[in-house]
């Protein structure tokens, strides 16, 4: 049977993204524009901006895709683009340029939940991952607990309450005074420090699978002013390390409360954070513990990439067919 080739268009932040993939899982190529050093001068993503070097990129990405796939237009059978959650003039320029794509070649579009593909990163060049599973999605802007009994369907098991669990370490990493994104430069210098003070822990969220950051990032940020007030030395390397074990701790412990209860045996980990080795550190230590199997997608295809993308619209499209060319950009799409 011939390949089936998927053009993957993502633009939901600050990366622009396209890809070329076959069959849902063999990637074939995978090109990412980032924009990392015109938002680092300010601290986070200044949205105007990130979607007007989106609509500069996205013709030549796309072009690289093709070429470096080795193959042409008239090859591909499926466009499918992030519709949501993100930045809306972000989205609204990968959406276009996709559905302008479909429109004019006559080829069927699906539109992609930015969350569901960074699910299916897990299955990208790889075919032995079983279901029932429980996945873990942690990102600048989500963090999630899901419940999988077949591709597609998700059963919502627990939320962040406030503050995504990316976000917190972002913010923790400005205050700190380091350098942007935040989360890798958490990580980065908490990396063999002690990790031994003790900040505010959540409280009333014991029985459930929902999670809350807000309170850690601001019982940080407090003992920061404190220290600070007081003339003090701030060791930067104990605090990052610290925050870092604390929000993991939680996440973890969330994440073994929902594979005990629901008695599955695969765990997933998802979304940019998964790319943090001691988040992975320890939920290796958890499975392993256990006995059951972890999957986590390479740190390449944990942060924002088309090839995702590309991966989650063509099972989309095996299961409910294409999405009508009306299908407009939404910031706060949920699974």
Same mark, same amino acid.
């Given at each position: ?29 995978? &090109? ?28 030549? &990405?796309?072009?690289?895709?093709? +070429? ?20 809306? !003039? ?17 080829? /069927? ?7 569901? !593909?960074?699910?299916? +990163? ?61 989360? /890798? ?9 002690? +990790? ?76 940019? &954070? ?22 986590? /997608? ?38």
């Amino acid at each position: 049977m011939a390949d089936f080739f998927t053009l993957g268009i993502e633009t939901s932040c600050d990366e622009t993204a396209v890809a070329v993939v076959a069959n849902g899982t063999r990637i074939l190529s995978n &090109v990412i524009s980032s924009q990392v050093a015109t938002h680092a001068k300010f601290g986070g993503v200044v949205p105007e901006m990130a979607a007007r070097e989106h609509g500069e990129a996205i013709l030549p &990405v796309y072009q690289m895709a093709l +070429a470096e796939a080795n193959v042409k237009l008239k090859d591909i059978g499926l466009v499918a683009a992030t519709y949501g959650p993100g930045l809306i !003039g972000c989205l609204l320029v990968g959406l276009s340029f996709a559905k302008g794509l479909a429109l004019a070649t006559g080829l /069927p579009f699906v539109g992609v939940n930015h969350i569901e !593909g960074h699910i299916y +990163a897990n299955i990208l060049e790889r075919t032995e991952v079983k279901l029932p599973l429980v996945c873990l999605t942690v990102s600048g802007g989500h963090t999630d607990l899901l419940y999988l009994e077949k591709w597609g369907s998700y059963r919502i098991l627990g939320r962040t309450r406030d503050d995504a669990a990316g976000e917190a370490f972002d913010k923790v990493a400005r205050v700190l005074g380091l350098g942007y994104p935040g989360g /890798p430069e958490v990580e980065k210098i908490a990396k063999g420090a002690v +990790a031994d003070l003790e900040f505010a822990k959540i409280k009333g969220l014991n029985d459930t699978y929902d999670f809350s950051f807000s309170g850690l990032k601001t019982a940080v940020i407090n003992y920061l002013n404190r220290e600070r007030q007081q003339g003090k030395e701030i060791d930067q390397a104990r605090v990052a390390a610290s925050f870092q074990r604390l929000a993991i701790e939680q996440l973890v412990g969330k994440l073994k409360k929902a594979v005990v209860d629901y008695g599955v045996a695969t765990v997933l980990l998802s979304g940019g &954070v998964a790319a943090n080795s001691y988040l992975r550190e320890k939920c290796l230590q958890l499975t392993n513990d256990l006995g059951i199997t972890l999957y986590y /997608p390479p740190v390449k295809l944990c942060t924002d990439n088309a090839a995702m993308i590309g991966s989650a619209g063509y099972f989309k499209y095996l299961s409910t067919g294409g999405d009508a060319l009306c299908l407009t950009a939404n910031p706060n799409l949920h699974l």
